[in-house]
């Protein structure tokens, strides 16, 4: 019907390569951005934005990071946690220690921050490929949280060991401590996830992200054809946790506020993030928002069917739904290794033909 | 003999044994990664269910009692009746070549072919399946395991110390049956695939699944015994760590422990296993001790073993025993 590019003439390269380049589409992301950024905030209310919202956009950008790593350049990584701790900590020290600098600064400093140890952590990438690379990344994840919690430099010699973002506000807004709006601190999550979305995206189908391919097809074959795999690897372990980082100075500073660092960024993080990128579909930014959203929204679901409407005990639905991500995960990768993502484009290459496929 | 040292020695031997305990754990993922190329991150979820399901069975607890109770508003938790040890292990060895043929009916056989990374991440999800569905079944509250293994400070080594060093070492009797089940284990197991018909054909599957076909192997069965073998060691570890610090949450988590025993002596080898578990046992206890508790606030423990390991690789990929890593374009 509509949704199909007769008519719609290229005229440039640059209109020919654009992300979206069937016109239905295009306005679809400028309604959907439109939506996100005028309609949303207007409606949303507390619950809306703790349950929902803010750990769908937090979990959508770490997504985003983790897969330019193991979708895209094929490095398997279970370090997520530690380094999502590593851009709480630095945030949480860089509002501590430069409280007359904005926040928005303090967040993009503390992604480069945990850029730089990534980096560090992913200098094994060289020599180990892998499972073995997957094991080794689990030492950043443990150690990272063992530094977090041994050394007192970190959390300011607070005497509960915690971390609490203090009150900072953009434009005269409070944007993270206790008196931040639903609203404000919604709005400052989805300006990180676009621009994040946004990079993430031209990076990957630009000369880096063809690197980072190459490499995950094949490391040799691409070391041949004049990728250099020093640069290629330690690029995509510093692109993906620049984001990973900015997801955790996020998830710290404005949706929990106070963390505990083995509680909050534990292995159980990596695995969840992780996760989110297999259902959502290795190699895809939608993937990423779609196994996000995913993730999200099925334990807030179960909890509210099961719990609320059925009133079984809470313990049982958080064991149900166990049960059910442990299924979900290997339903999609015997039916759909490439996750969500394929779906959607499965259905869009059906809908193109529809309603004659002749 | 300066105090220190004789601190150290017995740090050293209680490093052993610890290692003995990854080992059994790491013996599971071998065999599996042997036979079929999976690499079995759910082992150590494996370890937990079986014990979980011995407890129940033990116990005479009614399967997912708690679901019954809160779907039909009954009242059931016990059958009132206590199953002997050894008859309870057996039937949990039958639960667990039910799930390994289940496992293989409907997962594995329909990721034939796929990526290995691919498969890696199915039993993770296997992994994640498993601990909600034994939560499930016995309930997540934390039990007591009891087969009548001998716990406690050995007295013999006690007193032996004592007369030589003035200073008498603290082994537990529990550590000491765990090296011999795990020595025992790992002599039978060799034998078994040396020797046996079965074994034989494991072996061939590990080498070459296709050229296994073409003479007439089942790869369904070989697949389907190999993972009721990995039950079974996972159920033997399952009862020495849960007789150990009790069956619960954390006895997964050893899984994740013995992945470094595992990089460390190469994914391929039995005897890597067992190296591998001592050098990480002895490593973390010995470093906690000289160096973590003193000078690094303690509690290395946690990631001492992966970064070990990670430094280890750097110079040596394979692992200590693994075969050489060839790769072509």
């Not at chain 2, 390994?100 to 990526?115: C, D, G, M, S, T």
């Amino acid at each position: 019907m509509f949704y199909r590019e007769a008519g719609d003439f290229k005229t440039t390269y640059t209109e020919d390569s654009q992300t979206f380049p069937i016109k239905f589409d295009r306005y679809r992301y400028y309604a959907v951005l439109l939506f996100a950024f005028a309609v949303v905030p207007f409606i949303i209310n507390d619950y809306w934005v703790n349950a929902v919202f803010l750990p769908f956009l937090i979990y959508a950008i770490a997504a985003i990071g983790l897969n330019i790593l193991v979708g895209y350049c094929g490095q398997v990584s279970l370090g997520t946690g530690g380094f999502m701790a590593v851009g709480a900590y630095a945030v949480y020290k860089l509002m501590t220690t430069f409280p007359e600098v904005s926040i928005f600064l303090h967040v993009i400093l503390a992604g480069g921050i945990t850029a730089g140890v990534g980096v560090l952590f992913g200098l094994p990438s060289l020599r180990i490929k892998g499972f073995y690379l997957a094991v080794a990344t689990l030492a950043a994840q443990f150690f990272l949280v063992w530094l977090f919690n041994r050394v007192p430099w970190f959390y300011n010699y607070s005497a509960s060991g915690q971390i609490s973002a203090p009150e900072r506000t953009v434009f005269g807004v409070p944007v993270t401590g206790a008196e931040t709006a639903p609203w404000a601190a919604y709005l400052f999550c989805l300006v990180f996830l676009t621009a994040s979305a946004f990079i993430a995206r031209n990076l990957t189908r630009g000369m880096a992200g063809r690197k980072w391919m190459a490499i995950r097809d094949m490391d040799i074959a691409a070391e041949i054809i004049g990728v250099n795999p020093l640069k290629a690897k330690l690029s995509a372990f510093a692109v993906s946790s620049f984001f990973v980082g900015i997801s955790g100075a996020l998830f710290f500073a404005i949706y929990l506020g106070a963390v505990e660092v083995g509680e909050a960024f534990g292995i159980n993080k990596s695995f969840l993030v992780l996760f989110m990128v297999i259902i959502g579909g290795l190699g895809s930014i939608f993937g990423s928002f779609a196994g996000a959203a995913f993730l999200v929204l099925l334990p807030v679901l179960l909890k509210n069917t099961l719990v609320g409407g059925l009133g079984w005990p809470t313990d049982l639905a958080a064991h149900l739904e166990f049960i059910i991500v442990g299924a979900m995960i290997i339903i999609f990768l015997i039916a759909e290794p490439h996750g969500l993502a394929q779906l959607w484009r499965v259905a869009k290459e059906k809908l193109r033909l529809w309603p004659f496929p002749h | 003999m300066p105090e220190q040292l004789i601190f150290g020695m017995e740090v050293f031997l209680n490093g052993l044994m610890a290692g003995v305990l990854y080992a059994l754990v790491a013996l599971g993922f071998v065999l599996i990664f042997k036979a079929s190329g999976i690499f079995n991150y759910a082992q150590g979820v494996m370890a937990l269910f079986a014990a979980l399901t011995l407890v129940g069975i033990m116990e005479g607890q009614v399967p997912f009692s708690h679901l019954i109770n809160a779907v039909f508003g009954t009242e059931v938790h016990h059958f009132g009746w206590h199953v002997p040890a050894l008859a309870a292990i057996f039937l949990t060895m039958v639960v667990m070549i039910l799930m390994a043929w289940i496992v293989n009916k409907l997962i594995f056989r329909h990721l034939v072919n796929q990526e290995p990374i691919i498969l890696f991440m199915a039993t993770i999800g296997l992994a994640y399946f498993l601990e909600g569905f034994g939560d499930m079944m016995w309930g997540s509250d934390i039990k007591k395991l009891d087969v009548g293994l001998p716990q406690g400070i050995n007295g013999w080594i006690d007193e032996k110390t004592f007369n030589i060093f003035d200073y008498g070492f603290f082994i537990d009797n529990l550590d000491i049956v765990a090296t011999v089940v795990a020595a025992l284990l790992v002599v039978a197991l060799v034998i078994f695939a040396q020797y046996s018909k079965q074994g034989r054909a494991m072996r061939a599957v590990a080498d070459d699944h296709q050229a296994a076909l073409s003479v007439g192997i089942s790869l369904s069965f070989i697949w389907v015994m190999v993972w009721s073998l990995a039950g079974f060691v996972a159920l033997v570890a399952g009862i020495v760590w849960g007789t150990k610090s009790g069956v619960q949450f954390s006895l997964s988590l050893i899984a994740l422990k013995a992945l470094p025993v595992l990089m460390l002596g190469g994914f391929t080898s039995i005897p890597g296993a067992i190296v591998g578990g001592l050098i990480i046992g002895v490593g973390e206890k010995v470093f906690e001790f000289a160096i973590g508790a003193p000078y690094l606030g303690g509690a290395t423990e946690i990631w001492f073993a992966y970064v070990l390991a990670l430094v280890f690789l750097v110079f040596r990929p394979q692992g200590l025993f693994g075969e050489k890593i060839i790769e072509r374009v």
